[in-house]
Every structure is written in structure tokens, then in C-alpha cells.
């Protein structure tokens, strides 16, 4: 049995060189020539996967680590009888915690002095429904749009406190809005291009805009367009067209640029390549294999100083700086004529990011109230 699998993937070797050899690739560098003997291929969102890339190989089984799966032609795996397998949720806490951070370092609405307003989220998938969770634990409103939930889905997130929208207008009148739409082309509710400048205009003065989902959902024309004529928005965008090629023109203008790092976190990787060893476990191994628990590969809690522990803002700034990330993001890609080389260098170091659950604070400075707030969010209290 012969495994080729994305080197990025975190502890690729722990979990899958029980099952045979295992050879490991740059996830650019996976082509129809490289996998020609391989049995399985593991991959992240920046190898696509279609008729193309496996026609001439063996490959009977294709996991991705990623909850996204528009990278993978699902159709022509399933004509071909090659299991397919991803790790839907396996992200969401890391996506929400940076969104979190985002928002609570922009907007209005999460701020000790402002009590009012709502966070529009477009997509209340894995992600979504974690970020609402989030919200509505410090006491913020969320209206959300997802017409293809499942009425289990909707009654799960109405019992977090959600509620809904019928029509996508209402969330960008929000003064936040939070997107997490999968990317697809057909269907009743295609994404591809679905925000376009008539909601972006719908935007208040002073919103957030997050986009933390592809690039490709957003007409990228017209939010280059927005951008420039409301510099008054403050824009979070993690996610790009043509990555790693990305727009430098609207990277520029974006007021949080990050090379799609949002769901990277040690924690959320190790998941990941758990749940596609589970699944290739059950599908190709006769459940004979072994796995360490999820635990045993997460990072230790890490102590906060005191000096960043004078509100919960400034908590969640030092755990997860990413206006910091920006500028260096910003500095290295703009620095160099290869800036594909630059987005894919800036996103590997970031793989063992921690999460808000991986920190522990000291409590001697904080009130009742902010405690509670920073417990909510995942953090530890020493």
C-alpha cells in the first residue's frame, strides 16, 4: 500500500505510517506524474483533484483535510469507485476564533460601552454555527442566512439563540457580517459570485466585513470597487481568488490580509489528519489501525502575561494577533517577485497556531463580567 500525502499535513506520520509506505509531498507538486503508483492520496485545498490528475494511477481512496470540498470533482471519484473522504468540522473552532478576534478588534457591537446591534453570518455550516456560539456566549446578537440547512441544523442553532433570515439583504445591513458559505456553481443557491457591490453598498458606516470562506464568493471586481470608495469598512479578508497569486491591489486595500490561515491551528490540523485516518481505517484497513487520542498532539496551554490582561479585548489580541499577521503578510508578499512562494511560506508557519482553549490567564485583573467573557470564549483561568 503506497500513500502519497500533502507534507503539510500535521502528524501525517503518526497516524498513517501504520498503513504502508508513505511518501510525502509539496501539496504544489502532487500531479498525475507524482501519484502514477500510489494506492491513497492525502490532500489539502491547494491540490485539485479530478479526471485529469487520477486517469492514469491506482489511487482507490482521496481524503482531504479540509471541511471545504470544492477542490475535489466528488462525481468523478464516485463513477470510478474511489472512496472519498474529508474532514468536515475539523476547522470550525480555529475559523471562529479568528473571526472572533477580528471582530472583536473592529466592531462596534463587541465593545463593553456599545450594547447593541447583531453580527450577520452568511453560512451557518460547521463554522458558522461555532461562531455563533461564540457570539452569543458574550451576550451578541446573530442573524444569520443559510437557505439549505437541514430543520435539525435550524433547531440546533435556534436552541444556541439564533435567528434567521429569509432574505441575504438583511445580514449586510448588519454592522458586522461574517461569511461562511462553501463554494459551488450550480444548484438552487449557487455561491460563486453571490455577494456582489448591491450588498456590499448595503453595508453601514464603520461595518465589518469577514470573509473567511473563498475568495470566489465575493465578485472580487466589485469589492475591489467598494473597498476603494468606503475605506470607512473595515475589511477582514482571509480568503483570495487565484491563491496564491492573489490580488495585491486588494490585498492592499483590505484592511486584515492573511493568506488563508483562519482555520490553521495545531489543534484543528492534528483533527484532521485524525478524522481521514479514521475514515481510510474503516474503508481501506478492515479497522485494524490505532490512533493516538486527539489530546496527545495538542499544544500545552500557554500562559498569557500579565501585562496584556487589562480587558477581554486585549486578551484575545495577544492570543491571536492578527493585525500583527497582516503587516508581516503584507511586508513579505509585497517584498518579493515571487509571491506565491510568499503566501504559501507564511501559511506553513502558521500550522501550529494555538486557539483560544490552548491558553491560561491569570485572573487578578479582570472583572466578574470580563472573566466570565474570556471562560465563554475557551480560555483557561488560572
Known sequence: MKIIADANLKDIEIYFSQFGEL?????????AQTITDADALLIRSVTSVDKALLENSKVKFVGTAT??????????LANNDIIFAHAHGSNAQAVAD???????????IISPKVKKGRVGIVGLGAVGLALARLLK????????YDPLLTEEQRRIAIAVGVEFTAVIEDVFDQEAVSIHTPLSFDGKYPTSNMIDLALLARLPNAAVLINASRGEV?????????????PDVFSILDVWI????????????????TPHIAGYSRRA?????????ESFNEFMWAGDGHFPSHDQFAPVKLALKNNVLASVESVVSAALPIEDWSVEFKRQITGTANRGGAFDKFRKSMINRSEFSDFEIAVSRLNSQELTNLKNLGFKLS
Open 23 to 31: 511518501q510525502v509531498l509539496s501539496g504544489r507538486e502532487i500531479n
Open 67 to 76: 471541511s471545504g470540498t470544492d477542490h475535489v470533482d466528488q462525481a468523478y
Open 98 to 108: 479568528y473571526c472572533l478576534s477580528a471582530l472583536i478588534g473592529f466592531s462596534r
Open 137 to 144: 456566549s458574550i451576550g451578541v446578537d446573530v442573524l444569520a
Open 218 to 230: 465575493i465578485e472580487e471586481n466589485e469589492l475591489l470597487a467598494f473597498l476603494e470608495s468606503r
Open 242 to 257: 487565484n491563491e496564491p497569486d492573489i490580488n495585491l491591489d486588494l490585498m492592499a486595500l483590505a484592511t486584515i490580509a
Open 269 to 277: 490540523k492534528t483533527l484532521a489528519t485524525k478524522m481521514l485516518a
